[in-house]
C-alpha cells in the first residue's frame, strides 16, 4: 500500500522560512516525479513544485520561483520542499503528490498525480 506522509507545516513570520518533507512508503521515489501542490480555502488545489528524483528536471510556479526548492533523497525515500521568504499568500495545506508515468513536465498538472499524501498546513502570518 502506497503512503506519503508530509510533515513540517506550521505557523510561521512572514519572510521565514519552513521545510515540509514528504515520506513514501510503498513505492521507490526514484522510479516516480515527485511534486508539491497547494490548496487555500476556497480555492483549486494549484501547482507548486515538480522534479524527477534525481532533481535533473524541475519545475516551479512562477509565484514560488526562486522562493522555493523541491528535491528528493533517494537514500530516505524522501521527498522535500525547502521554503524560504514566505509571504502570507503562500498560506495553504500543502500536498505531496507522486507521478509514475508523466513525469516531472506532467506532475505540473494535479491530475497526472498517482497518489497524493494527506497534506500539512502553513501559515504565514503578515
Known amino acids: 500500500q502506497v503512503q506519503l506522509v508530509e510533515s513540517g507545516g506550521g505557523l510561521v513570520q512572514a519572510g521565514g522560512s519552513l521545510r515540509l518533507s514528504c515520506a513514501a512508503s510503498?513505492?521507490?521515489?526514484?522510479?516516480?516525479?515527485m511534486g508539491w501542490f497547494r490548496q487555500a480555502p476556497g480555492r483549486e488545489r494549484e501547482f507548486v513544485a515538480a522534479?524527477?528524483?534525481?532533481?535533473?528536471?524541475?519545475y516551479y510556479a512562477d509565484s514560488v520561483k526562486g522562493r522555493f526548492i523541491i528535491s528528493s533523497d533517494n537514500a530516505k525515500n524522501a521527498a522535500y520542499l525547502q521554503m524560504n521568504r514566505l509571504k502570507p499568500e503562500d498560506t495553504a495545506v500543502y500536498y505531496c503528490?507522486?507521478?509514475?508515468?508523466?513525469?516531472?513536465?506532467?506532475?505540473?498538472?494535479?491530475?497526472?498525480?498517482?497518489?497524493w499524501g494527506q497534506g500539512t498546513q502553513v501559515t504565514v502570518s503578515s
Open positions: 522534479s524527477t528524483w534525481s532533481g535533473g528536471t524541475v
Open positions: 510503498g513505492l521507490t521515489v526514484s522510479s516516480y516525479a
Open positions: 503528490a507522486a507521478a509514475s508515468h508523466w513525469g516531472a513536465a506532467g506532475l505540473r498538472d494535479k491530475r497526472k498525480a498517482d497518489y
